[in-house]
């Protein structure tokens, strides 16, 4: 089964929909994790670089003084807590304002400070005093531009004259004005528009070009389209820059197609492992038994915080009831709530609000709770092949090696299931043992 769901923009993300709550909505989850975002994400890896001219001397700071900034830029970023570049805009931001300009292709996970990177190159290539249209940065979802928007107001607080306008349906701009802000922030259909219909913005005099979360930009349809039908009537000394957080080799073709000559740099994602998660299961015989042994197992360890995997929302409602029933203090994160919704029902629990929080696969990526020492699987993440589901699983109960505290994380097994679990136990090739959950000893 399939389905298509309308953007704001009029285009239409497919989504795959096999199951009521498994699907991933790359837009949606990518919000998520700006609006709970507290912090910079950092990263063991060193940042690997491939310059398009490779005899070119390669340069990196350590400081943003470095930079030769405008002086309110620089204040900008101060006045945002930044103290020293991050790792990946310590090689980014001197490529990106070389002279003369320089492609670039970026891929790092998010939070590793692409977005505060390229919104500093805009701020500091726009003259305030031309009032028109030079930077333009495509974004997949109108609240995503907004995100970016913000930030653009962030940093160039202190650049007084610098505005930001948003290209994105709804934002209605009566005939016969002209579009006199620098920076223009929006999603291809729109800005396509803008652009080539009414002749809003004239993408001649564009001098930085960005495109944004192409990872997500491209499962959209029409959106790659859309973006290269941009990027082609640009002026060929337009700065051009792409950033993803992933990099399949979708990505990686179509960024090869809008960016001419780039640099490329990666960051490699921390990996996640289970060596230091000590693994159990519980067979039980139907979900009345697993509660129990849910129970068991709550009240006979002391836990800090702990989170639930369900499979479906039917069953984590009914989870959620049952334990509030029995006194517990818990939060329910499910596919049907909205982006905000979810944002703050995770910050309760990072706050301590809740103890237990319980939650389905949709939800599973974008928590990172480093506080949470137990793990519960009260269902095996399965595929619709009814085959473990091992990536799904090793997002669950891993962690990254760095900050890998030890964990737990327990397994509640109907008897039908064991081969499943069996064979992520083969996958993994590491040890899932199996627990009586009327004798918690075995784990203290
Ligand atoms: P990305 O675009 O890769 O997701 P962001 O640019 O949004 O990353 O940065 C992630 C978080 O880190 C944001 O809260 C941002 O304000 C912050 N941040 C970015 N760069 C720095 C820096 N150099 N020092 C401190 N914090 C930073």
Redesign the pocket.
């Known amino acids: 089964k399939s389905a298509t769901i309308p953007n704001i923009d009029g285009s239409v993300n497919r989504i795959e929909e096999d199951d009521e709550d498994d699907v991933v909505d790359l837009a949606a989850n990518s919000l998520l994790?700006?609006l709970i975002?507290?912090?910079?994400?950092e990263s063991s890896h060193r940042v690997e670089v491939l310059q398009k001219d490779p005899s070119s001397p390669l340069y990196s700071v350590k400081t943003f003084e470095e930079l030769r900034l405008k002086e309110e830029l620089l204040k900008g970023i101060y006045a945002?807590?930044?103290?020293?570049?991050?790792k990946i805009?310590e090689m980014a931001l001197p490529m990106m304002l070389a002279h003369p300009p320089q492609n670039l292709i970026a891929q790092?996970?998010?939070?590793?400070?692409?977005?505060?990177?390229f919104v500093l190159a805009m701020l500091s290539r726009v003259n305030a005093l031309k009032l028109f249209p030079q930077c333009l940065c495509l974004a997949p979802t109108y609240e995503l531009a907004l995100q970016t928007g913000r930030?653009v107001e962030r940093m160039g607080k202190f650049c007084v004259d610098v505005q930001v306008m948003y290209a994105i349906r709804g934002n209605r701009i009566p005939r016969g004005t002209d579009v006199t802000k620098q920076i223009v922030i929006g999603t291809p259909g729109t800005v396509l528009d803008w652009c080539f219909k009414r002749k809003l913005i004239d993408l001649t005099k564009i001098r930085v070009f960005v495109l944004d979360e192409a990872d997500v930009m491209i499962d959209t349809q029409g959106f790659a389209d859309q973006s290269i039908r941009i990027q082609r009537a640009l002026p060929s000394e337009c700065q051009m820059l792409l950033?993803s957080?992933t990099f399949e080799d979708s990505v990686w073709q179509f960024a090869e197609r809008i960016i001419p000559d780039p640099n490329v740099i990666k960051l490699r994602k921390e990996e996640l492992t289970l060596n230091n998660i000590r693994q159990y299961y519980v067979l039980c015989g139907n979900r009345k038994d697993k509660y129990q042994a849910l129970c068991n197992i709550y009240g006979g360890i002391t836990i800090g915080q702990a989170i639930i995997f369900c499979q479906t929302r039917r069953n984590a409602k009914w989870l959620t009831v049952e334990m509030m029933q029995d006194g517990h203090q818990v939060s329910l994160l499910s596919g049907e709530l909205t982006v905000d919704q979810r944002a703050s029902i995770i910050q309760r629990f990072r706050d301590g609000k809740e103890k237990v929080l319980i939650t389905t696969n949709v939800c599973a990526r974008g928590i990172d709770v480093k506080q949470v020492t137990i793990v519960v699987n009260f269902d095996l993440p399965v595929n619709q092949a009814e085959e473990p589901d091992y990536e799904t699983y090793l997002h669950r109960i891993g962690r990254t090696g760095r900050f890998g505290k030890k964990g737990l994380a327990f397994n509640m097994i109907e008897v039908d299931k064991l081969p499943l679990l069996m064979k992520i136990q083969d996958h993994f090739n590491s040890s899932i043992k199996q627990l009586d959950p009327e004798d918690m000893d075995e784990i203290e």
């Not at 975002?37 to 994400?41: A, E, G, K």
């Not at 790092?108 to 990177?117: E, I, L």
Request: aromatic fraction near 8%; avoid cysteine; charge should be positive.
């Open positions: 994790n700006k975002r507290q912090s910079l994400v945002m807590g930044f103290n020293r570049p991050s805009q790092s996970q998010s939070g590793t400070g692409k977005t505060a990177a930030v950033f957080a």
